[in-house]
């Protein structure tokens, strides 16, 4: 019985830890491939050498530049979802042929990257956060802003009909019937926003900012700290999976009145 329930933990364990021995291996990969010959260690540093390189710089200055660049991803993602939601949702509920009108001008707009437009940004309004604020800013709004339209415009009208003859005002009809049927491709469009923003800032920050996790990368390039590439390009990867990872919890906890695939 005792043998049973050591399997069990143990399974449970390894059913948890599937999704990182990938990840493990290429750690190993990586700290092993110089000493064997397979890359040239002036290029590719043992995994070993990035960590004492980010020892070398501190955690405190680390996390200074995380933040940094955070907080601009925050204030660019604010402004995009204070005009991307709205947007969303008057032209995929009130104004459906507005926005048939002007779809092919979104569709347009959206194939533009955010990263070219950078250089135009700095010309418009000079270097510095404005403009790294911009490409945040494009980043987020395409994918926020389709998806809620989207998903306005695909919210079953009986739903509305029958929250309506159950005695529900506007109001009600609203927050309690559109937003929840809303809310998952909200969260799509945040999800997919926010990760091509945090990745055009750095980016954008390698051009016009001097602080942020993008400049450590454009700066240690210059000055040739290759270590320190590594060690931003790791720091840019681990911040990504954990934002996103953040995101997908909250998606659960605010969508737990879904039924689970099991369920249904």
Same mark, same amino acid.
């Given at each position: @019985?005792? &043998?049973?329930?050591?399997?069990?933990?143990?399974?449970?364990?390894?059913?948890?830890? @599937? /999704?990182?021995?990938?990840?493990?291996? !290429?750690?190993?990969?990586?700290?092993?491939?110089?000493?064997?010959? +397979?890359?040239?260690?002036? !290029?590719?540093?043992?995994?070993?050498?990035?960590?004492?390189?980010?020892?070398?710089?501190?955690?405190?200055?680390?996390?200074?530049?995380?933040?940094?660049?955070?907080?601009?991803?925050?204030?660019? !993602?604010?402004?995009?979802?204070? *005009?991307?939601?709205?947007?969303?949702?008057?032209?995929?509920?009130?104004?459906?042929?507005?926005?048939?009108?002007?779809?092919?001008?979104?569709?347009?707009?959206?194939?533009?990257?955010?990263?070219?437009?950078?250089?135009?940004?700095?010309?418009?309004?000079?270097?510095?956060?404005?403009?790294?604020?911009?490409?945040?800013?494009?980043?987020?709004? +395409?994918?926020?802003?389709?998806?809620?339209?989207?998903?306005?415009?695909?919210?079953?009208?009986?739903?509305?009909?029958?929250? #309506?003859?159950?005695?529900?005002?506007?109001?009600?009809? !609203?927050?309690?019937?559109?937003?929840?049927?809303?809310?998952?491709?909200?969260? @799509?469009?945040?999800?997919?926003?926010?990760?091509?923003?945090? &990745?055009?800032?750095?980016?954008?920050?390698? @051009? /016009?900012?001097?602080?942020?996790?993008? +400049?450590?990368?454009?700066?240690?390039?210059?000055?040739?700290?290759?270590?320190?590439?590594?060690?931003?390009?790791?720091?840019?990867?681990?911040?990504?999976?954990? *934002?996103?990872?953040?995101?997908?919890?909250?998606?659960?906890?605010?969508?737990? +009145?879904?039924?689970?695939?099991?369920? #249904?």
């Amino acid at each position: @019985m005792k &043998l049973k329930k050591i399997a069990n933990a143990a399974k449970a364990v390894n059913d948890k830890l @599937m /999704g990182f021995y990938l990840a493990i291996a !290429f750690i190993l990969v990586w700290q092993f491939a110089p000493a064997l010959g +397979w890359t040239n260690a002036t !290029f590719v540093p043992p995994f070993s050498d990035v960590l004492l390189d980010g020892a070398q710089v501190g955690i405190i200055k680390i996390l200074v530049h995380i933040c940094i660049s955070m907080r601009r991803v925050i204030i660019g !993602f604010a402004i995009s979802a204070a *005009l991307a939601l709205p947007l969303g949702f008057i032209l995929g509920g009130a104004a459906p042929k507005v926005a048939l009108v002007i779809k092919p001008l979104i569709a347009f707009l959206q194939q533009v990257p955010p990263y070219i437009l950078y250089p135009l940004f700095l010309l418009v309004f000079g270097p510095g956060e404005n403009g790294i604020l911009l490409v945040i800013f494009w980043s987020v709004f +395409w994918p926020l802003f389709t998806t809620t339209m989207q998903g306005i415009s695909s919210v079953d009208p009986s739903l509305v009909r029958c929250a #309506r003859s159950m005695g529900a005002n506007g109001f009600e009809v !609203f927050f309690k019937t559109i937003i929840p049927a809303v809310f998952p491709n909200i969260m @799509m469009g945040i999800r997919t926003g926010l990760t091509m923003g945090f &990745l055009m800032l750095i980016g954008a920050e390698s @051009m /016009g900012a001097d602080s942020g996790v993008g +400049w450590m990368m454009h700066n240690a390039q210059g000055l040739g700290w290759i270590p320190r590439i590594y060690l931003g390009a790791l720091i840019v990867c681990v911040v990504g999976f954990l *934002l996103n990872a953040g995101l997908q919890v909250a998606e659960s906890v605010f969508t737990d +009145w879904k039924p689970s695939r099991d369920a #249904r």
